[in-house]
């Protein structure tokens, strides 16, 4: 099994810029996809952004496209994500997840990560 611990989150006023962090331990890193999800209070959580073990390839969810970037380097065992043009409405938990490179269901789905980190908190005032 893997753990996933995240850092980086913060206060940060509107249009300004944050990057996330996720150390993975007890793994072979290249062997899982990751994934960012978030959480606003009383609000489900929602997909963000997805990020394959060896392939290079990535999805956003719609609202993130062109703010949101996320990045992998496995020789250091971590996942990041940059958001720039940061939006009151972005404020929420932020969620690291993994999944084994062999699950094929669908990355949208929380059900379909069998990992999660403990979640760091990112505010946006106005």
């Known amino acids: 099994q893997v753990q996933l611990v995240e850092s980086g989150g913060g206060l940060v006023q509107a249009g300004g810029s944050l990057r996330l962090s996720c150390a993975a331990s007890?793994?072979?890193?290249?062997?899982?996809?990751m994934a960012w999800f978030r959480q606003a209070p009383g609000k489900e959580r929602e997909f963000v952004a997805f990020s394959s073990g060896s392939e290079g390839i990535t999805y956003y969810a719609d609202s993130m496209k062109g703010r949101f970037t996320i990045s992998r380097d496995n020789a250091k065992n971590t996942v990041y994500l940059q958001m720039n043009s940061l939006k009151p409405e972005d404020t929420a938990v932020y969620y690291c997840?993994?999944?084994?490179?062999?699950?094929?269901?669908?990355?949208?789905?929380?059900?379909?990560?069998?990992?999660w980190g403990q979640g760091t908190q990112v505010t946006v005032s106005s």
């Open positions: 007890g793994g072979t890193f290249n062997r899982y996809d």
């Open positions: 997840a993994a999944r084994g490179v062999y699950f094929s269901a669908s990355i949208y789905d929380t059900k379909n990560y069998a990992y």
